[in-house]
């Protein structure tokens, strides 16, 4: 069974760096054709996909947030980390990492993706 859990600070202040990282246990983030994604739902919104690292090491980000936005892995530690730049209250949201075998698609359904961790919530606030 495949487990995934998100950590982080819960609480950020507006302009500052979220770094939040997840760790996998029960399958290896570099088996091949897995893809490891960054989802977020903030309040009164549906989900948000934000990127992906893909088993090989490759990633890909939702255009609106690219800019400010990287996820990096530790193959050693089986975890991969969203870092999200500049942070704004609209970037307040629950913050999930999931498995899937696609990238999903930008407003994903929960189906898309087969494993999810229980979510985190981040709230940017001074």
């Known amino acids: 069974q495949v487990l995934l859990q998100e950590s982080g600070p819960g609480l950020v202040e507006p302009s500052q760096t979220l770094s939040l990282t997840c760790t996998v246990s029960?399958?290896?983030?570099?088996?091949?054709?897995?893809?490891w994604n960054w989802i977020r739902q903030s309040p009164g919104k549906g989900l948000e996909w934000i990127g992906v690292i893909t088993s090989a090491g490759y990633t890909y980000y939702i255009p609106s947030l690219k800019r400010r936005t990287s996820i990096s892995r530790d193959t050693a530690k089986n975890q991969f980390t969203l870092r999200l730049r500049s942070l704004t209250p609209e970037d307040t949201a629950v913050y999930y990492c999931?498995?899937?075998?696609?990238?999903?698609?930008?407003?994903?359904?929960?189906?898309?993706?087969?494993?999810w961790g229980p979510g985190t919530q981040v709230t940017v606030s001074p």
């Open positions: 999931a498995r899937s075998a696609n990238i999903p698609s930008v407003s994903p359904d929960r189906s898309e993706c087969d494993a």
């Open positions: 029960g399958a290896s983030i570099t088996t091949d054709k897995t893809y």
